[in-house]
C-alpha cells in the first residue's frame, strides 16, 4: 500500500473511531492539599501513576506529589526547571534545564540537568546558551545545542518513537534513530506536541490552525480547532484539553473538554464557576486527569467513559 493508501486508512479508523465510542465523563475531583504559600502549575503524572510532578506558576522548581501517602517533596528549586521536564520511562529520574542570568553582560546560561529521585542527587550534563528541553531515549538524555541533537543512540531499537521537542517551530520526532523535523500545516509555527499511547499518532497545536493529529511522516490525519494544551488519554480514545477565553489580558474562564481524536462533538468536563481547569495532564495507567487552576491550585479528577 502507498503513503496516500495508508494515510487514509488511518483516517477512515479515526472516523470510525470517533462514533465508536460514548463520552467521558467527570464521577471525583480532588483538590490536591498542597502548600498554599506558592502557586502551582503544570501536572505531570509519573509513568506508573502513583506521582503527580508539577512546578510554580513561575516555572521555577519541581516538586512530587505521592497519591498514596498524600506527601509533597521538593525535588529541585532551580529556575526555570518546571518548563518541560521529562521523566524517564522507569520513573527513576527527571531531566530539566535550568537557565541563569549575568546580570552585568545579561546572556544566558542553559543546563541540562538529570535529577535522580530515589538518590536525591543531580547532575549536570551539559552547559551552553542555547539548548533545548530534554527528553528521554533508550535510557539515555537527549537534547539539542541549537541544531545539532545530541545524544541519540547510535543504534536504534526496533520500532523506535519519540518526540524530542520543538526545534525551530517545529515538531522534532525521533523515528527509529533518525531525527526527523515536521512541519505539518506548511511553515506553521508548533506547540503542545505528544505522541499517542499507541505511538502511531502525534498531537498537537500549530499557532494559527489549532490543534492537529499526524502520522509519523507529518501526514495529517484530523484537525480538532482551538483545543488548547491538548493531551491524550490513556487509551488514545479522546484528546483532553482546556477551553480558555480571555479579554486580551486577563483570563476569563477555562474548563476541560474531550474530544475524539477523529473530531466531532466536544465534550464539556468541568463546569465549576469557582474553579478555572487549565493545562490537563492524562495518568498513563488510570482513568485520572490532572490539571492546575488559575489560583494556582492543582486538581485530581477521575473519569469514566459512558454510553452515548
Given at each position: 500500500?502507498?503513503?496516500?493508501g ?124 542555547d ?22 543512540p ?11 521537542g520543538?526545534?525551530k ?42 490543534a ?25 480514545k ?46 498513563s ?24
Amino acid at each position: 500500500m502507498n503513503r496516500s493508501g495508508t494515510v487514509f486508512v488511518l483516517f477512515l479508523i479515526l472516523t470510525a473511531a470517533s462514533g465508536a465510542y460514548g463520552q467521558l465523563r467527570i464521577i471525583r475531583t480532588e483538590r490536591l492539599p498542597l502548600d498554599t504559600a506558592h502557586e502551582w502549575a503544570c501536572p505531570v503524572f509519573s509513568p506508573d501513576g502513583k506521582s503527580i510532578y508539577f512546578t510554580t506558576a513561575a516555572n521555577d522548581g519541581i516538586y512530587e506529589y505521592s497519591t498514596a501517602t498524600r506527601t509533597t517533596r521538593m525535588i529541585t528549586v532551580d529556575q526555570g526547571a518546571g518548563f518541560g521536564f521529562s521523566i524517564s520511562p522507569d520513573g527513576a529520574q527527571i531531566a530539566y534545564r535550568r537557565s541563569s542570568h549575568d546580570p552585568r553582560t545579561h546572556e544566558r546560561t542553559q543546563q541540562i540537568v538529570i535529577a535522580s529521585l530515589a538518590a536525591n542527587m543531580s547532575t549536570v550534563v551539559a552547559t551552553g546558551p542555547d539548548l533545548s528541553i530534554p527528553m528521554f531515549s533508550q535510557g539515555r538524555v537527549v537534547y539539542s545545542a541549537g541544531t545539532k541533537t545530541k545524544n541519540l543512540p547510535s543504534v536504534a531499537a526496533v520500532g523506535e518513537v519519540g518526540i524530542l521537542g520543538i526545534e525551530k517551530t517545529k515538531i522534532a520526532v525521533n523515528v527509529g534513530g533518525r531525527k526527523l523535523l515536521l512541519d505539518p500545516l506548511k511553515n506553521g509555527s508548533y506547540i503542545w506536541p505528544s505522541l499517542s499511547p499507541d505511538r502511531t499518532r502525534i498531537l498537537a497545536y500549530e499557532m494559527d490552525g489549532g490543534a492537529f493529529i499526524c502520522d509519523l511522516s507529518g501526514n495529517i490525519l484530523s484537525r480538532l480547532g482551538r483545543c488548547n494544551a491538548p493531551v491524550w488519554t490513556r487509551d488514545g480514545k479522546w484528546v483532553v484539553y482546556m477551553n480558555d477565553r480571555d479579554d486580551g489580558h486577563t483570563l476569563l474562564t477555562s474548563d476541560l473538554f474531550c474530544i475524539s481524536p477523529g473530531g466531532g462533538e466536544p465534550v464539556r468536563l468541568t463546569a465549576d464557576d469557582a474553579v478555572d481547569e487549565m493545562y490537563p495532564s492524562c495518568s498513563s495507567i488510570e482513568n485520572k486527569i490532572a490539571c492546575s487552576s488559575a489560583s494556582g491550585d492543582i486538581y485530581l479528577f477521575e473519569y469514566e467513559e459512558t454510553a452515548k
